[in-house]
């Protein structure tokens, strides 16, 4: 099969566990199970893109070789056609005898923590029913929103959100493989909006090469702008008119800057709170800001008016910053 017009992170999918990168204790307890022949019931959780996915798929290949085809089950939990088909579909899985191997099969649930509470009490007794000659590896985002009961038969593993050195070592590797030039700096702001999700990091870079002409380099701009984050520059401006400036002339820069770049309030929040990272201040007066901006982001969510959430955005930063000074 080719693999010119795959999605990178298909294409740069490890195909080994010795691939994965970060999730070391993850990847050496998976190894040791697999090389003692006793694989428990799994259970993967935590944020997107940090490759709970890759990790299964990577060791049900160590695992069953050629094989893979007839010995593992691919299933999405959240399947909207309810957890019926998905009992269904794993019943005559995990009932078909094998004929030419032995050990057990395996079924991988994606998304379980979409599941309802009903739907995973019956997930439960599906896998207590079959778990004579099948193992189940339950993937989610989210542990508490799993029924007790069915965690309490699953090993657990969280995957934490990746570091930047294991985000930069696939980064740069698919960067030779693809022969892209990047600036430095559109590098490390490639890294640091990823925030651990390998799977942003690589679309990101492919929307980026995308966007560019053969030969020609990626800049920091265009890094932004893929993402849909502000440029530094531009945060700067608008952070410089609130602490500087009068009210009216703070919020009519910050209006005329998000006009331009096209940014959504939150957008622009995400900006600061990233900005405000890099400043001195007391521990006072960034709680007050996160405290503040946490609480506007809320109203966001909620539906609130974009003109009062911009100027509570400016009156919260404004407020902590005299203070500040004071
Ligand atoms: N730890 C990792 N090491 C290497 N690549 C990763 C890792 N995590 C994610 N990826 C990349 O991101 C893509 C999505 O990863 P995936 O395993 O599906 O994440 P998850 O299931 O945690 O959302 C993969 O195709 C792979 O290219
Ligand atoms: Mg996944």
């Not at 395996?106 to 995973?120: G, K, R, V, Y």
Request: aromatic share 6%; hydrophobic share 40%.
């Amino acid at each position: 099969m080719s693999t010119e017009n795959l999605p990178w992170v298909e294409k740069y999918r490890p195909s080994t566990l010795d691939e994965v990168n970060g999730q070391q204790h993850v990847v050496q307890t998976v190894r040791k199970f697999a090389k003692d022949g006793r694989i428990p019931h799994l259970l993967f959780y935590g944020p997107p893109g940090t490759g709970k996915t890759s990790t299964i798929i990577a060791l049900a290949r160590e695992l069953y070789g050629k094989n893979y085809r007839n010995m593992v089950l691919e299933l999405n939990a959240s399947d909207d056609r309810g957890i019926d088909v998905v009992r269904d579909q794993i019943k005559n899985f995990a009932s078909t005898r094998q004929i030419f191997n032995s050990g057990f099969k395996l079924i991988i649930l994606d998304e379980a923590d979409a599941m309802s509470n009903a739907a995973q009490n019956a997930l439960r007794r599906v896998i207590e029913k079959y778990t004579k000659n099948t193992r189940f590896c339950i993937l989610a985002n989210y542990s508490h929103k799993l029924n007790p009961a069915l965690l309490s038969r699953c090993t657990r593993f969280r995957f934490s959100p990746l570091p930047d050195s294991a985000l930069q070592e696939r980064v740069d590797a698919v960067i030779k493989a693809e022969r892209l030039r990047i600036a430095p700096d559109a590098r490390e702001a490639l890294l640091e909006l990823s925030e651990g999700d390998m799977r942003r990091a690589l679309n990101v870079l492919q929307a980026c090469s995308t966007a560019v002409d053969d030969g020609e380099e990626i800049s920091q701009d265009m890094v932004y702008e893929c993402v849909g984050a502000p440029r530094p520059q531009s945060v700067n401006t608008v952070l410089d008119a609130i602490m500087k400036n009068d009210w009216t002339d703070a919020y009519a820069t910050m209006t005329k800057v998000r006009k331009t770049e096209g940014l959504a309030l939150v957008d622009l929040m995400a900006g600061f709170v990233r900005i405000l990272d890099g400043f001195e201040l007391r521990p006072r007066t960034r709680t007050a800001i996160l405290h503040g901006l946490g609480d506007i982001e809320y109203g966001i969510s909620k539906g609130g008016s974009d003109k009062i959430q911009s100027t509570a955005v400016i009156g919260v930063i404004k407020n902590a910053l005299e203070n500040e000074a004071a």
